[in-house]
């Protein structure tokens, strides 16, 4: 099942900036952290920032200083705002839950289409 829509992705130049958006059903949304993943070429996707139902928030350390991750529970939608991007962050962009357990998805979840960002001169 899916149960997210991404969407914002785009084609930026460096240095730029980019908000990328995750609509969630209601109650895939509540009591769960949330997450953006990401999966570039030739690597596997990585968990790159999540937020809890509480609202704390964690970053890999690529993207620190330069992403946010926030949450509105009353639209049901979380976002990534994505400042100073780099060609690295060249990827597919996904939203998911986030196992407290494990700090990543569950092994046979379900993926969205994603949004595609893609950084070039």
């Known amino acids: 099942q899916v149960h997210v829509v991404e969407s914002g992705g785009g084609l930026v130049q460096p240095g730029g900036s980019l908000r990328c958006s995750c609509v969630a059903s209601p109650t895939f949304f509540s009591r769960s952290a949330m997450g953006w993943y990401r999966q570039a070429p030739e690597k596997q996707r990585e968990l790159v920032a999540f937020i809890s139902s509480g609202g704390a928030t964690n970053y890999v350390d690529s993207v620190k200083g330069r992403f946010t991750i926030s949450g509105d529970n009353a639209k049901n939608t979380m976002y990534l705002q994505m400042n100073s991007l780099k060609p690295e962050d060249t990827a597919v962009y996904y939203c998911?839950?986030?196992?407290?357990?494990?700090?990543?998805?569950?092994?046979?979840?379900?993926w969205g289409q994603g949004t595609q960002v893609t950084v070039s001169s």
């Open positions: 998911n839950r986030v196992l407290y357990t494990s700090q990543s998805a569950a092994p046979g979840a379900s």
